[in-house]
């Protein structure tokens, strides 16, 4: 059983620019969400995506936008980076959108923006 | 609103025991959790806690809740060097989404 993998795991970017970050879910699980962790803080909630479809959305704006594949994998996208969307962007999946099925996560995505 | 607090660090001499304290405000939360993160790597999921429980013992880690205060604490016994790391407390909303605190350093001395 493999876990959550994400890539890249350290990205780049100037401000301006776009980039996709990739979430392959743990084997069975068909929930992935999303999370930012800035530099000394804790994880905030970006998004869910259950079954291929956005399931609750945190406080982020419109040009963090997602996507979930038939075979559950996800990707983040961000448009117009700004120096403070440098983070550590963090996916976690589950069995199901329901507490407590049990959130397993990634190691995550270092993205710096220059 | 939803809001979970937590002190920055803790310091502690190895062998002794480490309690890190959480204070939660959404009292709809079902399940509380505890999360350690070691520099440059995720979050990996230490205990949780269904709030209808007061206390749960894992080993060396003992869950305490205390839902009429919405407080939450972590009890780590025998700590070691390898236990040095942020530890974050997480509240579940209905909706599935994990809110965490800010963290808790812990640094374990020889």
């Known amino acids: 059983e493999t876990g959550v993998t994400q890539s890249p795991t350290h990205l780049i970017k100037t401000r301006g620019q776009q980039v996709t970050l990739r979430c392959s879910s743990q084997s069975g699980h068909n929930t992935v969400s999303w999370y930012q962790q800035a530099l000394g803080q804790g994880p905030q909630f970006i998004f869910q995506?259950?079954?291929?479809?956005?399931?609750g959305r945190g406080n982020f704006p419109p040009r963090f936008s997602g996507l979930q594949f038939p075979n559950y994998s996800s990707e983040l996208n961000v448009n117009a980076l700004e120096l403070d969307d440098s983070a550590l962007y963090l996916c976690?999946?589950?069995?199901?959108?329901?507490?407590?099925?049990?959130?397993?996560f990634g190691s995550g995505t270092r993205l710096t923006v220059v | 609103g939803e809001d979970v607090e937590q002190s920055l660090f803790l310091s502690v001499r190895e062998g002794d025991s480490s309690v890190i304290n959480c204070t939660y405000t959404?009292?709809?939360?079902?399940?509380l959790y505890w999360y350690k993160q070691e520099p440059g790597a995720g979050l990996q999921l230490l205990t949780y806690?269904?709030?209808?429980?007061d206390m749960k013992q894992d080993q060396r880690l003992t869950v305490l809740l205390n839902k009429k205060d919405k407080h939450l604490s972590l009890r780590i016994a025998d700590t070691q060097t390898g236990d040095s790391a942020i530890y974050f407390c997480?509240?579940?909303?209905?909706?599935?989404?994990?809110?965490f605190g800010q963290g808790t350093e812990l640094s374990v001395k020889p």
């Open positions: 976690a999946s589950s069995l199901g959108p329901a507490e407590n099925y049990g959130y397993t």
């Open positions: 959404d009292s709809s939360s079902t399940y």
């Open positions: 997480a509240e579940e909303n209905q909706g599935g989404k994990l809110i």
């Open positions: 806690i269904f709030s209808n429980m």
């Open positions: 995506y259950y079954r291929e479809e956005e399931n």
